[in-house]
């Protein structure tokens, strides 16, 4: 069943219905914000009166002092809540990327260091050690040749290196 298509001037009329409720609906929300504020204002800021002997204006300081630290100690409070709920919320997004294994891989440098370096850095400062990279090798010794040892004629060398008749002949043709 192919759905029926809406007419503009249709659509054009829902679509001011739409505003003109969400409107409506965003005077009432301020209407009950400012009436909130009001009332909150009302409770907890009694109207200002003035005296006028210096003994009363003192005692009206000091109790607008406490009033004061009170408001900043609450202050205070919801600042570390609202860094500790900014921080979770960090945390649980580095969770959710992990979790996608969609993450940003961060540009490598080159870095030049020591082995020494490398294995104090890995390792940390308590891990003295001195890497030795030639004592893991293999130790091959070097076998000196038979030949090498005997110096004498090299025609008698060749001879005893021909085990072959037709070696020896080559060589005699050449001669």
């Known amino acids: ?20 409720i969400g409107k ?12 909130e504020k009001m009332k909150y204002m009302m409770e907890n800021c009694p109207s200002l009166c003035i ?3 210096t003994q009363e204006i003192q005692e009206l300081c000091r109790q607008l002092h406490k009033q004061i630290d009170l408001v900043d100690e ?29 993450f940003k891989k961060p540009t490598l440098r ?5 082995a020494d370096a490398m294995l104090a850095a890995l390792l940390g400062s308590k891990h003295k050690v001195s890497l030795d990279l030639r004592a893991n090798l293999r130790q091959v010794k070097k076998e000196v040749k038979e ?13 005893d290196k021909a085990g ?10 050449e001669a």
């Not at 609202?82 to 990327?97: S, T």
């Not at 080159?110 to 020591?114: G, T």
């Open 24 to 35: 409506e609906m965003l005077e009432e929300e301020a209407r009950e914000a400012e009436e």
């Open 51 to 53: 005296p006028q002997c």
């Open 74 to 102: 609450e202050r205070y409070d919801m600042e570390m809540k609202v860094k500790k709920a900014n921080k979770e919320i960090d945390d649980l997004k580095m969770k959710v990327q992990d979790l996608n294994g969609r």
């Open 1 to 20: 069943m192919a759905e029926k298509k809406m007419s503009p001037s249709r659509k054009n009329h829902l679509k001011s219905l739409l505003l003109q």
């Open 147 to 159: 030949e090498e040892k005997q110096t004498g004629d090299w025609r008698k060398n060749i001879e």
């Open 164 to 173: 072959m008749d037709g070696r020896k002949k080559m060589f005699e043709t």
């Open 110 to 114: 080159r870095v030049r260091m020591s």
